[in-house]
């Protein structure tokens, strides 16, 4: 039997659902757990979709409903008892629950991951998906084609178009196929106005992000092969900006403009440790290089969180190491 069939089985046989996504999480994340959410509740399915991280708030107009429910450990001390089946979207490591994890690990019921990452942990009854897929919401797209278990709406269009235009890069990275582009006009079909949808995604920040983003370029360097361009985002340059982790999103991609860069690195400081984002060109595996240092990823895009560090005592060491990974 096919992973999509065995979802719907998982689907039929039980009542109770819930849903969730990684720390910080993008538009993948969020479409994904709403298209889902969406398929079940045309089901008659209960449903909850609880998740680490607030949803971002250059994102929140994807849940105008406010169906998603941030953690909080006293108030959802029983969620997990109260569900027969466990859904992660867009990620495949428990870890990336961060608050939800230890509930999901000792969770009883059936796990599922549905996700486009590689290096699935072995903890889950079924997953969905693969590294073929260029988004988690383009497995979600595929899985209502192929079992035709709901209609899709405007709604759900609306989501999974949201997740594939943003985890292709506005479809300019390398899975951006013909199919892609055949799956996205018929997403378009359902009412969506691609200008509007870009804008609410890329274009709704606040002052204080456009400032962090002018600092954080000026804290950026070359290693001395000149083919590793980093930089950095501290608390204090976060707080003076009234910014938040959200507003960070995408700015380790300007390493990548420089002629002659391969890899960039963003240190960014958290609370209680760091988070370290690595994006690379062509074959470098950067998932790889997020491994070495507790993370992981795409080939191309990649991050690790390191608690209890600071980024001066770190920061040479992850430029050394990332120096392995250059072709030459
Ligand atoms: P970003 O740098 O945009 O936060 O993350 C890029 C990609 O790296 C994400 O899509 C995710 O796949 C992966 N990633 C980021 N942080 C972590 C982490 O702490 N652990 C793991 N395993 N993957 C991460
Ligand atoms: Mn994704």
Redesign the pocket.
């Given at each position: 039997m096919n992973a999509f069939t065995e979802l719907k089985k998982i689907i039929e046989a039980n009542n109770s659902f819930l849903l969730m996504t990684h720390v910080n999480p993008d538009p993948?994340?969020l479409g994904s757990e709403l298209a889902f959410y969406s398929i079940l509740k045309k089901l008659g399915k209960q449903v909850r979709v609880v998740n680490h991280s607030a949803t971002p708030y250059n994102l929140e107009f994807m849940d105008e409903e406010k169906i998603i429910e941030k953690f909080d450990a006293e108030k959802h001390s029983e969620l997990f008892a109260q569900v027969d089946v466990c859904v992660i979207l867009?990620l495949n490591n428990a870890g990336r629950v961060v608050k939800m994890e230890s509930g999901l690990r000792s969770f009883k019921g059936l796990k599922v991951c549905i996700d486009?990452h590689q290096d699935p942990e072995d903890i889950f009854d079924l997953i969905v998906g693969g590294t073929e897929y260029s988004?988690?919401g383009e497995i979600l797209f595929r899985f209502i084609k192929e079992t035709k278990i709901a209609e899709l709406d405007s709604f759900i269009a609306n989501q999974l178009y949201v997740a594939i235009m943003t985890?292709t890069g506005s479809f300019r990275f390398e899975r951006t196929t013909p199919e892609v582009h055949q799956m996205i006009a018929e997403l378009i079909s359902y009412g969506i106005n691609p200008p509007e949808v870009y804008d609410k995604v890329y274009n709704q920040f606040n002052f204080g992000r456009v400032k962090l983003l002018g600092e954080a370029l000026s804290t950026m360097q070359l290693d001395s092969t000149k083919q590793i361009a980093y930089m950095i985002v501290t608390k204090e340059m976060l707080e003076r900006n009234e910014t938040s982790e959200a507003d960070v999103d995408g700015f380790v991609n300007y390493c990548l403009t420089i002629a002659g860069v391969e890899i960039g690195i963003l240190f960014y400081e958290l609370k209680d440790g760091i988070k370290i984002s690595f994006r690379s060109k062509g074959e470098i595996a950067v998932n790889k290089l997020a491994a070495e240092f507790n993370g992981g990823g795409h080939r191309n895009a990649s991050g690790s969180r390191l608690f209890n560090v600071t980024i001066d005592s770190i920061k040479e060491k992850v430029i050394t190491t990332t120096q392995k990974y250059l072709n030459n």
């Open positions: 993948d994340a867009d486009h988004a988690t985890d």
